[in-house]
Every structure is written in structure tokens, then in C-alpha cells.
């Protein structure tokens, strides 16, 4: 009679362990791609939110590229619930990155 009580113990704890494994939502992204994607947007805000006056054209052209790569990432991020979105924006942000790189040297 106690090895019911036990194997029905056993069963229990062990359904308990794969009920989080059975619900959790497939497709949803790690935490990691996320952080990094909003780390490089926020990176790419610094440069590119209040843009400097430049006399310079193709400077404020580039500029004004890259923030416009900022303001997609930013809603791509606001939707972003992958990790293939996660990466998408970080993408546009190293994108709009560059463009600041570019327009600094």
C-alpha cells in the first residue's frame, strides 16, 4: 500500500515539473537578444536624439539617416516579441551606428 502512495507521489512532482515546460510560449525571445538590441538603440539615442546644427551637408545627411535607422528601431522594439525582431533592431540600430561613425570622421 505505500508503494502507491509513493508512485503516486512521484507522478505528481514529476507532472509538476512539466507543466511550465508544456506552457510556456514557443517563439519567445531571450532575455539577452532584447537587452542587447535595446542597449545599441540606446547608444545610437546618445548620438543621434538632439542632432547637432552642421554646416556640413553630407554630415547632417548622414545624421539625419541615422536617426531615422533610431526612430525604426524604436518601433520595431516596441513590437518586438522574437528574437529575430530582438536581432532585427539591434541590426538597424549598428546600421544607423555606422552612419554616425561614417559622419564623424
Given at each position: ?70 526612430i525604426t528601431a524604436g ?31
Amino acid at each position: 500500500m505505500t508503494w502507491i502512495w509513493i508512485v503516486g507521489a512521484v507522478l505528481l512532482l514529476g507532472a509538476g515539473a512539466l507543466v511550465p515546460a508544456l506552457l510556456s510560449r514557443p517563439g519567445h525571445s531571450s532575455d539577452d537578444e532584447a537587452i542587447a538590441a535595446r542597449a545599441k538603440h540606446n547608444q545610437l539615442g546618445l548620438h543621434v536624439e538632439v542632432l547637432p546644427p552642421s554646416g556640413d551637408e553630407r554630415v547632417a545627411a548622414l545624421l539625419n539617416r541615422a536617426r531615422e535607422r533610431w526612430i525604426t528601431a524604436g518601433g520595431v522594439l516596441a513590437q518586438a516579441r522574437t528574437e529575430e525582431e530582438y536581432r532585427l533592431a539591434e541590426r538597424i540600430c549598428a546600421e544607423g551606428l555606422a552612419l554616425v561613425k561614417e559622419a564623424r570622421t
